[in-house]
């Protein structure tokens, strides 16, 4: 499997995890979205990944849940969306890598989707009547 598709699936089943986090009992976001994550993760770990890729991804997924915890007004969402184009042009090197004209629009929509729900998340635990 190529880089490009296994990038692919491992957004797609990280999108649908944090969905399942984000709004819980729905089982299908979270179970499809492993599976993908999982397999897509296998693939680019076989097509031995750098370490600065990996020290970006690692950031991005801290800044992420950091956006999930706290109120930052987007910033977080905006920089750990940077982070994340970044380490996965990054990831692996070489003519078999993952191309930046798939990995920046495809990490700009998750970005823009998990900060979506961190908000939607944050505003119904703020509105939730005890």
């Known amino acids: 499997m190529s880089p490009n598709v296994a990038f692919c699936l491992v957004m797609l ?10 709004w819980p009992g729905r089982v299908l976001p979270g179970i499809g979205g492993a599976a993908a994550a999982v397999t ?3 693939f680019l770990w076989r097509a031995t990944p750098t370490a600065l890729g990996l020290e970006l991804l ?5 800044i992420f849940v ?11 969402g905006v920089v750990a969306t940077t982070a994340l184009a970044f380490g ?17 629009p ?15 998340g944050r505003r119904a635990r703020r509105n939730k009547q005890f």
């Not at 089943?13 to 984000?22: A, M, T």
């Not at 950091?66 to 977080?76: K, P, R, V």
């Not at 996965?88 to 993952?98: D, E, M, R």
């Not at 929509?109 to 900060?115: I, L, V």
């Open 88 to 104: 996965f042009v990054k990831l692996i090197v070489g003519g078999h890598g993952i191309r930046p004209v798939l990995a920046v």
């Open 13 to 22: 089943g990280v999108l649908g995890i944090y969905s399942e986090f984000i």
């Open 66 to 76: 950091l956006d999930a915890l706290a109120d930052t007004c987007f910033a977080a």
């Open 58 to 62: 690692a950031a991005a997924g801290t």
């Open 40 to 42: 897509g993760a296998h």
């Open 106 to 120: 495809w990490c700009l929509m998750f970005g823009a989707a998990t900060t979506w729900l961190n908000w939607a």
